[in-house]
């Protein structure tokens, strides 16, 4: 971890920057997949599962045995924990709802928004080692609560042609139940356009490799909606001298664990701080399994002692991070000061894998920077909000005139004229 | 405009369905302009306003001095309807601001969501003949509304070098001062990436060409937000036997006169109602100054006779329309069912006009059945919604070992630690 000391102010775009990610590159290669999805469907699918997950399915959709057996095969403990994150994530989402409110902007004319699911939507949850079922809750939860009609998950299946049973407990848990052995960007072009086996849906969620991101990206540019951009997962920890120095370092460690591309970044007002928890770090990161890959990503990451507190919510406001961590005991000063973050973990207790699991607030968030310009998945990411608005011969004898004239100014004519025909009639009357 | 009557329902999705739109073949060209942008900054944007606005700039900023004399230029009647206008849509855009409520999802764990103004906004106005202002309320009112910081506009300059006097005027009048002659894709990139003159921004909101939207669509894929996926304006009117042929063709017109890619669609269970409309169109189209535009727009529209109410509904969710009316006198029972629109329209006086302009509701809305999947432009689209959550002792007692299971189970072992080292502490107290 590289230890900077009392930038100037100027240093701070540059050691704000993420490291810039090669996008172009697979765009053919991608492409490809899709189109080839498009066109062969269903045989493409199986064609990719012999290829690239070493297996052949005679069924690309996970039957209600499998669902049955994977839920006897998922600890009584593991379901317990997995029930009470979920209850935590539906109370915290189902807070998100927006009651339709009727606006009367002018007499007679009445103005109305409200948010309806989007009514097929699909989910990927990547393959590997660990079945990351907890993104399940994230996206699922929120999807139920809205209603979203056609609620379908694809995730690659492994060499026994089998999906996770963690994973397949969970989407069965928030009602899903629609789920495809479907992997990578092959999976991302399925829910886009439709395959036979695997529905067309509207809009695509969820984590993925850099072949799934640039899937997600094409089929974006064909009118298929898609969560967020993606970017290397980041947190971002503010520490005073009231802070736990072994906490601090965990924190770090359990961004860093998360892949050789994650950006951890740690501020303090006080050089103490930083070596005492760059000390734990050392202690802890030698007991981890995922040690090879943590020691590659403390490797990009830095330390900086900044002169305040203050100055270190301004460096965090201009980084953006994914997941700001404030470690200290007092915090509720600064909250307000904070402009840019995807989600903030407030005080000592409250460590990133809270938020990742079970606090209710989602793991789904921007990461590279995009804080600036985008919000983490929430109950909205489902929804569109559509408005309404209903003009009595009142409401239209109200605005009228000021329509004829704008529309006018903007020699739009006929727009003009559907307001004059309204306004002639009802004199007429 | 094509009739069709009764068409089966496996019909529908060809019907329903836009003309493709061409998208690769602008990326070289654009991509140049983006790149020269980056590079030259100011320098490019000079050239670019020699070369497409046939005009040397000595300055790319509107003075305080234009701004003032557009003013006087303005007539008092068209700032009073401009007014009016400004205040409807500050009324609904304000009633969508939405409270922090803090939840707490399980004893010693409080979460809740702010909303922040997105810090730095850029909106494109278009030029050609007709002053676009209204746009500029429909943007620029609602980033006001949230606090947005820096919210700049750039707009194609005339051959004189200057920008017409209701866009400085509407700007001003929304608080928006930070004006620049930049028009196109150079305008877009500016935006995105900073000049010198024109600052850099996180989201751009906006109409525009071909050659606006790829630029839009190519930042988009750097980082930068954009509102949302453009395609050719349209409306599609459901109107029963109740509903007034007069009425019906002035609103479909007022949606053909806008471009001739514009898409009309009108529905009806009556056959005698879609005749009735056709023939008044002949009679108005006439007398409109952009009949030739609306004449070639309507030759890809079409009337089509259903069995039921319920079936244009039907049809209507499956096209998605931007703009969708309810021609006729009962139309309450019908909302429940509709599922995908941009806008809607009730009754007889509600013409479209009347939200393009003053009835509140925002006209940037989702085209080319986006309208499935994209909410139309509202304060929401100038904010990002960060989350916050705060955990107590007994909060991370209460949920820590439900984390601990979990984070094992996903074989993330830094996570379950950073819960682990926390209970211990407590523990030890």
């Known amino acids: 971890m590289r230890v900077i000391k009392y930038p100037p102010n100027k240093d701070w775009e540059i050691l704000a920057k993420r490291p810039e990610i090669a996008r172009e590159e697979l765009d053919t290669i991608v492409s490809e997949v899709i189109e080839n999805v498009k066109n062969n469907k269903d045989q493409a699918l199986l064609e990719y599962a012999k290829k690239f997950?070493?297996?052949?399915?005679?069924?690309?959709?996970?039957?209600?045995?499998?669902?049955?057996?994977?839920?006897?095969?998922?600890?009584?403990?593991?379901?317990?924990?997995?029930?009470?994150?979920?209850?935590n994530i539906e109370k915290f989402h189902a807070s998100q709802k927006i009651n339709v409110e009727i606006i009367e902007t002018t007499p007679g004319v009445q103005c109305w928004r409200k948010s309806l699911p989007?009514?097929?939507v699909g989910l990927y949850i990547p393959g590997g080692s660990a079945p990351l079922f907890s993104t399940i809750l994230m996206l699922g939860v929120p999807a139920k609560l809205v209603g979203c009609k056609e609620i379908i998950l694809c995730s690659p299946p492994n060499k026994e042609g089998n999906i996770h049973p963690a994973i397949l407990y969970t989407a069965n848990l928030v009602g899903i139940t629609k789920i495809y052995k479907v992997g990578g960007a092959q999976a991302i072009a399925s829910m886009a356009y439709g395959t036979g086996s695997v529905p067309q849906t509207y809009k695509i969620f969820g984590p993925g490799n850099q072949y799934v991101t640039k899937a997600k990206e094409l089929v974006q540019l064909n009118g298929v909606a898609i969560d967020m951009p993606a970017g290397p997962s980041e947190v971002l920890i503010i520490a005073d001298e009231t802070s736990n120095p072994a906490f601090v370092a965990a924190d770090l460690l359990s961004q860093a664990e998360h892949g050789t591309d994650s950006q951890v970044i740690l501020l303090s007002d006080n050089e103490q701080v930083i070596e005492a928890s760059i000390k734990?770090?050392?202690k802890q990161l030698a007991e981890l399994p995922r040690v090879d890959i943590a020691t590659l990503a403390l490797k990009n990451s830095k330390a900086i002692v900044l002169n305040t507190i203050t100055d270190c919510i301004n460096f965090s406001n201009q980084y953006a991070p994914e997941h700001l961590i404030l470690a200290t005991e007092k915090t509720d000063d600064w909250l307000e000061d904070i402009t840019n973050a995807g989600s903030v973990f407030i005080g000592n207790y409250s460590c990133e894998s809270a938020g990742d699991y079970a606090?209710?607030?989602?793991?789904?968030?921007p990461t590279n920077g995009?804080?600036?310009?985008?919000?983490?998945?929430?109950?909205?990411?489902?929804?569109?909000?559509?408005?309404?608005?209903?003009l009595s011969k009142q409401g239209i004898q109200n605005i009228g005139p000021a329509i004829e004239l704008m529309a006018e100014a903007e020699e739009l004519f006929a727009h003009k004229n559907a307001v004059t025909l309204r306004l002639k009639q009802i004199d007429n009357v």
Do not use: M, R
Request: proline share 0%.
């Open 53 to 87: 997950d070493k297996v052949n399915l005679t069924s690309l959709s996970v039957s209600e045995n499998e669902i049955s057996e994977a839920i006897t095969l998922v600890s009584d403990e593991l379901k317990s924990a997995i029930n009470l994150a979920k209850n």
């Open 118 to 120: 989007i009514e097929k």
């Open 280 to 282: 734990e770090i050392a």
């Open 359 to 365: 606090s209710g607030t989602n793991h789904t968030l």
């Open 370 to 390: 995009y804080a600036k310009n985008y919000s983490g998945v929430s109950l909205d990411s489902f929804v569109k909000k559509i408005t309404f608005q209903k």
